[in-house]
């Protein structure tokens, strides 16, 4: 089974420029999320996705960041402007479903770097 | 509330011994699942163990298990027979009801080093 994919691994890009990341799921898993970890923190949730619907962004710095999930399967984050405290790892899981105690499987990450 | 605490910052244990790492937690909900998470410097996050609420056994993989005390709301990480490439920051996560959704919720992380 493949894991869950994320694209670019790394990311380096000057303050008040605009960056996207990819996410694709693992196959089947009808719910996706997208976290910010910050150097020396757990990672804090930034969006959650059931299938193509938006279940919990209470913590998306909407002003900034967007993500959208169109056809239910692969996503998208996007920071624009980015600022210099958006420097961070961005992690992607999924899961079977968000009723579930299936666990959230992660892709490796996008480390970003703002300058 | 819902709380998630890992009060050792950093562990050190000899290869080859077993080791420790604690997690307690509180929660209002009767279902709710408990997780360690492994997260090596290059970044990935990698599911160890799951224990249920209701599970009656502490949960076990391989070289991991869960030390599961409902009573003392605590469930900790045990590694038995350290290895060099178990050196990783190491979450606590539990899971619980929040309305219509479950959420998850991260402990600030143990890291372990593993000495040779």
């Known amino acids: 089974e493949a894991g869950v994919a994320q694209s670019p691994r790394y990311k380096i890009i000057e303050k008040r420029q605009s960056v996207a990341f990819w996410c694709n799921p693992i196959s089947g898993h009808a719910t996706l999320y997208w976290y910010q970890q910050i150097l020396g923190q757990g990672p804090k949730l930034l969006i959650q996705?059931?299938?193509?619907?938006?279940?919990?962004d209470s913590q998306l710095p909407k002003d900034r960041f967007s993500a959208e999930r169109l056809k239910g399967v692969d996503s998208t984050l996007k920071i624009q402007p980015a600022k210099l405290e958006d420097s961070a790892v961005y992690l992607c899981a999924s899961s079977p479903g968000q009723y579930s105690n299936q666990p959230q499987h992660f892709g490796d990450g996008t480390r970003l770097s703002i300058l | 509330a819902q709380k998630i605490t890992q009060t050792q910052p950093g562990m050190f244990v000899q290869e080859k011994e077993a080791v420790t790492l604690d997690c307690t937690y509180d929660t209002s909900d009767p279902s709710y699942g408990l997780f360690w998470y492994k997260q090596p410097s290059s970044g990935e996050m990698i599911f160890l163990i799951y224990?249920?609420?209701?599970d009656q056994q502490n949960a076990t993989e391989g070289r991991y298990s869960l030390n599961f005390q409902k009573a003392r709301k605590s469930a900790n990480l045990v590694i038995s027979a350290s290895q060099l490439g178990d050196s990783a920051m190491y979450f606590c996560?539990?899971?619980?009801?929040?309305?219509?959704?479950?959420?998850?919720?991260w402990g600030l992380g143990t890291s372990l080093a593993v000495n040779p």
């Open positions: 996560a539990m899971n619980f009801s929040a309305g219509n959704n479950r959420k998850l919720i």
């Open positions: 996705f059931q299938n193509n619907g938006v279940v919990d």
């Open positions: 224990q249920g609420s209701y």
